[in-house]
């Protein structure tokens, strides 16, 4: 009996010492993709449309050749982002096509107010370019994170709105979409009629 006890004691005290070692455990943490930046650099857009801005020389622009699009229709694409920037253009030839127009970008901005957390508006004024609109940033897994809408109340109307081509997950997506606002406030920033 004292023989089993001995062996007892000494099979838990190897189990004891093999037990111990000098590594401690640390959770690791979360893993989060890395997307590396392109540098900011501009190029000019100066087409056969009434107006002129900077856009990013990483993104490609592109004529929309959708049905129904009309001319100065363009695709700001970011093919490493997997995303576009949709612009649209309309010559304004009544009051009651301008306010139409400007009813119509905020109808599509707070579309979103199912699943956005917050939209944000900011109202654009260039007068020394005869530059006016609203910005929309909206929060939240929804199919459009930025809006916008410039125009001189008058006879042009120009819209912007930023799409990714995957299912929202804005968590996932808010590095890009800070990296890409700043391109959209610097378009907007340098944008101009011609006429």
Same mark, same amino acid.
């Given at each position: ?18 037990a111990c070692n000098n590594e401690s455990y640390v959770p690791k943490p979360r893993g989060y993709f890395h997307i590396k930046f392109p540098k900011k650099e501009y190029l000019n857009y100066n087409a056969g ?45 009544? %009051? ?8 119509? %970008? ?5 579309? &979103? ?13 260039? /007068? ?27 006879? &042009? ?10 299912? /929202? ?27």
């Open positions: 009996m004292i023989k089993n006890l001995v062996i007892l004691v000494v099979l838990l005290f190897i189990c004891s010492i093999s449309c009434p107006f002129t801005f900077e856009y990013p020389r990483y993104a490609m622009m592109e004529a929309d050749n959708e049905r129904g699009a009309g001319n100065c229709w363009n695709n700001l694409n970011f093919p490493q982002f997997n995303a576009r920037l949709h612009l649209t253009y309309y010559d304004i030839s009544s %009051a009651k096509e301008y306010y139409g127009l400007v009813e119509d %970008a905020r109808t599509l901005a707070f579309k &979103h107010t199912v699943k956005a957390n917050a939209i944000d508006q900011k109202l654009i004024n260039f /007068p020394e370019r005869k530059v006016y609109g609203v910005y929309y940033a909206i929060e939240g897994n929804t199919a459009s994170s930025v809006q916008f809408f410039l125009t001189d109340s008058a006879k &042009h109307y120009f819209r912007g709105a930023l799409y990714f081509n995957e299912r /929202p997950q804005y968590d996932s997506i808010a590095p890009v979409v800070g990296f890409i606002k700043k391109d959209i406030e610097r378009m907007i920033d340098t944008f101009k009629w011609k006429k």
